[in-house]
Nanobody, 125 residues
């Protein structure tokens, strides 16, 4: 049974940074594209980023371009999302999701088969 577990969320001041982790069990993560998503209260889920299996190709939403960086350590079966220059608009529950394919095909939710439970990120002074 594949499981994804996010961690690293919390409360941070505007302008601060957080690094989220997505740890996988029950599968070999190196065969899976990983997407990062977020959902703010009252809003639809938004695709934030996608990283391919090798970690050498990524996709970012315009809203996070230049501030968020996805990376992965397949040896540790873990994917990361480094978030810098955070603004209150980044407040949301962040999810990682997996699909077995080599390259990213976008950040639409329906393209991903496995989901974590989410981690809360709150940006506030």
């Amino acid at each position: 049974q594949l499981q994804l577990v996010e961690s690293g969320g919390g409360l941070v001041q505007p302008g601060g940074s957080l690094r989220l982790s997505c740890a996988a069990s029950g599968l070999t993560l190196e065969y899976y594209v990983i997407g990062w998503f977020r959902q703010a209260p009252g809003k639809e889920r938004e695709g934030v980023s996608c990283i391919n299996t090798n970690g050498d190709s990524t996709i970012y939403a315009d809203s996070v371009w230049g501030r968020f960086t996805a990376s992965r350590d397949n040896a540790k079966n873990t994917v990361y999302l480094q978030m810098n220059s955070l603004t209150p608009e980044a407040t949301a529950v962040y999810y990682c999701a997996a699909v077995r394919r080599y390259s990213c095909s976008g950040t639409e939710s329906y393209k991903y088969d496995y989901w974590g439970q989410g981690t809360q990120v709150t940006v506030s002074s």
